[in-house]
């Protein structure tokens, strides 16, 4: 498939026949998926479902995958995890992975990328420390806080900062609401809906539909690696038997 075949100038990320596998256990059968500019997407699925090792693809970061992956026009097929984050390919995964012994401030510096223009020319979302205060509060209010001393709401917000310290393009966002204080929840939902504003994109993997309901724009619903629905996120709401077959606990 030529790369001019499947880009189209708003279509941030496409993957087309992903899949993708730990060990010799298959996970992900021939996954086709965009997110287009300023768009949140959901991954929606239950546990299992192969959301996260969606993700991990994506990146780049299973040892064995196959298929064809684009962002901004650029074949990342093969390429590895700090390709595709220089590229502005943000991730930030389920287990945080914050520096412990760091503080606050520190973490942020760690994920530090030059400001970036969209291939139009103008200039692309730029993140700085401040920006991120204002846009977290509590990690304005604990700057000098080491890392090992949050709680694992804060730590979430901390590495989503940290990540967008990369100026992305997109993040990869894996279950943000899981295993947090409904209060977290909620400051996550207030900031992927501020991103979008600032024409971020967003590829999230949930399971909590309230949560994808309140800031997706599309939703894909997986069930053992594969896409058994696609549609609007207002469609897949108002869809009480694919919600049931594939989303219910």
Request: no cysteine; aromatic share 6%.
């Amino acid at each position: 498939m030529s790369q001019s075949s499947i880009s189209t100038p708003a279509t941030l990320l496409q993957a087309r026949g992903l899949a993708a596998w730990y060990g010799a256990a298959q996970i992900l059968y021939d996954i086709d998926l965009d997110v287009k500019r300023g768009e949140v997407v959901a991954l929606m699925g239950r546990n299992g479902a192969g959301k996260s090792t969606t993700l991990k693809a994506l990146m780049g970061m299973l040892a064995k995958r196959r298929g064809q992956i684009e962002f901004l026009g650029q074949d990342i097929s093969r390429s590895e995890p700090h390709v595709a984050a220089r590229l502005g390919l943000g991730f930030v995964p389920e287990d945080r992975r914050v520096f412990t012994d760091l503080s606050v401030t520190e973490n942020l510096e760690v994920g530090r990328q030059p400001p970036r223009r969209w291939p139009d020319g103008s200039a692309a979302p730029e993140w700085t420390p401040e920006r991120l205060y204002t846009l977290f509060p509590n990690l304005g209010e604990m700057r000098q806080r080491a890392g090992g001393r949050m709680s694992g709401g804060e730590q979430q917000m901390l590495t989503v900062a940290r990540t967008l310290m990369g100026n992305p393009y997109l993040v990869l966002l894996d279950e943000p609401s899981e295993g947090v204080a409904p209060v977290i929840v909620e400051q996550m939902a207030h900031m992927i809906l501020e991103l979008k504003a600032q024409g971020v994109s967003i590829l999230l993997s949930e399971q909590n539909m309230h949560f994808a309901e309140l800031v997706s724009d599309r939703a894909y619903v997986l069930e053992k690696g594969q896409i058994r629905y696609q549609a609007s996120m207002a469609e897949l709401a108002a869809n009480e038997e694919v919600r049931r077959a594939y989303l219910s606990v």
